[in-house]
Nanobody, 123 residues
Framework: QVQLVESGGGLVQAGGSLRLSCAASGRTFSNYAVGWFRQAPGKEREFVAAISWAGVSTLYADSVKGRFTISRDNAKNTVSLQMNSLKPEDTAVYSC????????????????WGQGTQVTVSS
């Protein structure tokens, strides 16, 4: 089992920045790829970014590419999502997830999920 807890969400104006963190406990975190997903009210969950277990490979949704950066610190069992140039359409609940298989873009790739943190971007 891997337990994941997100933090860092909040309210920010358009153009601003936030840094989300995903803290893990339980099994060896460095064995897992980690992804970030988001879900806005009335919309389906969508992939945001993912990082491989060693941090060598990263993936981004086209909608966040160039604005968001995913990184990890295995010594601290954390994965971060730096979000810059935020837009109102980035408003959603952001969740991190861990995968024992790969850093994929599908929710089905992931085995463990956090509860999520709310990000609200005002115009």
């Amino acid at each position: 089992q891997v337990q994941l807890v997100e933090s860092g969400g909040g309210l920010v104006q358009a153009g601003g920045s936030l840094r989300l963190s995903c803290a893990a406990s339980g099994r060896t975190f460095s064995n897992y790829a980690v992804g970030w997903f988001r879900q806005a009210p009335g919309k389906e969950r969508e992939f945001v970014a993912a990082i491989s277990w060693a941090g060598v490979s990263t993936l981004y949704a086209d909608s966040v590419k160039g604005r968001f950066t995913i990184s990890r610190d295995n010594a601290k069992n954390t994965v971060s999502l730096q979000m810059n140039s935020l837009k109102p359409e980035d408003t959603a609940v952001y969740s991190c997830a861990a995968s024992a298989r790969k850093a994929g873009m599908g929710a089905y790739d992931y085995d463990y999920w956090g509860q999520g943190t709310q990000v609200t971007v005002s115009s």
